[in-house]
């Protein structure tokens, strides 16, 4: 992945193009609920790529948690 998505603000996720992480308000003249990124020309519903970024967001989340005890498996008695 491109950039860092963790830091992003929520209110921006909509607004930022999954495929190439651009951010652009208002992408260009799509009519809603889809837009174009006016970067990369990808096209995608407005909902489903704020989805794809969350998903991308708590992927990264879940690749920086360290496992407890040196990875080994909790096992519950």
Do not use: I, L, Y
Request: proline share 9%.
């Amino acid at each position: 992945m491109a950039a860092n998505r963790n830091s992003w603000p929520v209110s921006t996720r909509s607004q930022t193009c999954d495929a190439c992480t651009h951010t652009a308000p208002g992408q260009s003249g799509e009519p809603s609920p889809f837009s174009r990124c006016v970067a990369c020309g990808h096209r995608d519903h407005a909902d489903v790529n704020a989805a794809k970024n969350v998903r991308d967001t708590a992927a990264e989340r879940a690749e920086d948690v360290k496992p407890p005890h040196g990875g080994r498996p909790t096992v519950w008695s």
